[in-house]
T-cell receptor, first 111, second 114 residues
Framework: TQLLEQSPQFLSIQEGENLTVYCNSS?????LQWYRQEPGEGPVLLVT?????EVKKLKRLTFQFGDARKDSSLHITAAQPGDTGLYLC???????????FGAGTTVTVRA | EAGVAQSPRYKIIEKRQSVAFWCNPI?????LYWYQQILGQGPKLLIQ????????DSQLPKDRFSAERLKGVDSTLKIQPAKLEDSAVYLC????????????FGSGTRLTVV
């Protein structure tokens, strides 16, 4: 079983501040995805990154995939209370169309 | 398009009782997954179906858990008998072939075993 480590485990910030969460693995990803999960709901896909060094932007969210395809980061600029949730990274290691999930980072943005 | 439907949303049972969860994936999605998410942890894969065949059930506790996918569409996950440590959210997800387009998850079933 491939292991994905996410850090930090918890993050609480004030509205308007920036934040970054990280996802690391000892194995190379074929692709990596970020999901956000709100209480009582299933995770919702935010982005898929495939190419080493790739950077994708989704409004105030910036996703970066490491050059070696073993790590990724999610940066949120000017966080808003609506960004509150559990952020999960999920890696595809190229076997049988399945994803392995990290434990997640719980982000709380205070108004 | 309609999302992944799961029922029930919540279930409370006593240990040693049995329980079943139902999932209806997005139409046309060949791959269906059941994940277990314990509070404070990420989802853990229990079983993966491709059409109505099992691709991976290596982490399914087969002495108490079973799952089936009838006619390659709906799926049922059963626990019998339940243990306290089975308390978790059970998530069903479906995807087109491959993972690039991601999974679509249902809202999950929150199981509490007392």
């Amino acid at each position: 079983t491939q292991l994905l480590e996410q850090s930090p485990q918890f993050l609480s910030i004030q509205e308007g501040e920036n934040l970054t969460v990280y996802c690391n693995s000892s194995s190379v990803f074929s692709s990596l995805q970020w999901y956000r999960q709100e209480p009582g709901e299933g995770p919702v896909l935010l982005v898929t990154v495939v190419t080493g060094g790739e950077v994708k932007k989704l409004k105030r969210l910036t996703f970066q995939f490491g050059d070696a395809r073993k790590d990724s980061s999610l940066h949120i600029t000017a966080a808003q209370p609506g960004d509150t949730g559990l952020y999960l990274c999920a890696g595809d290691f190229g076997t049988d169309y399945k994803l392995s999930f990290g434990a997640g980072t719980t982000v709380t943005v205070r108004a | 398009e309609a999302g992944v439907a799961q029922s029930p949303r919540y279930k409370i049972i006593e240990k040693r009782q049995s329980v079943a969860f139902w999932c209806n994936p997005i139409s046309g999605h060949a791959t269906l997954y059941w994940y277990q998410q314990i509070l404070g942890q990420g989802p853990k894969l229990l079983i993966q179906f491709q059409n109505n065949g099992v691709v991976d059930d290596s982490q399914l506790p087969k002495d108490r858990f079973s799952a089936e996918r009838l006619k390659g569409v709906d799926s049922t996950l059963k626990i019998q008998p339940a243990k306290l440590e089975d308390s978790a959210v059970y998530l069903c997800a479906s995807s087109l072939e491959g993972v690039y387009y991601g999974y679509t998850f249902g809202s999950g079933t929150r199981l509490t075993v007392v």
